[in-house]
């Protein structure tokens, strides 16, 4: 938080099925996976392309919510099912050791490509919809902090949780 790219609105890709492309979400996945994400955008990684990837069996980050399945989402489309909008507890990589509570719209549809330019169309509610407004909020320079409505209801993940064990970093 801090660094301008996360503050920029990142651009489409335009080819699919290249070695960059594939290159670019291999090191997403590692990324992700070596800090126990649940999602990154690229603009995290310092790309400013509309690509982002998400997915969780069990994650120690966030032990209470549902597994999500593993997806690459590039140049994402969301349209809100309903007006429900639900609270819930967010961190992000690029705000280590903090936790906010965030309203997010319950039901989500999103569209978009996998990295080979093919279609995706979903239908979702819960942990994976916020998953989803999250990342692709990072694409349009916005990190979660912002979408904060109570401000008591942000700080550091030790200390709004002492009892749990939430791996953080
Ligand atoms: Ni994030």
Redesign the pocket.
Known sequence: MGDPRLLAVAEPVRQFGTAELASLVADMRDTMRDLNGAGL?AP?IGVGLRVVIFGMDHNPRYPEADPVPFTVLINPVLAPVGDDMEDGWEG???VPGMRGVVPRYKHLRYAGVDADGQPLDRTVSNFHARVVQ?EVD?LDGIL?PRRIRDLTQFGFTEALFPDEEIVDD
Do not use: P, R
């Open positions: 955008a995290q992000c990589l690029s999250h990072h979660y």
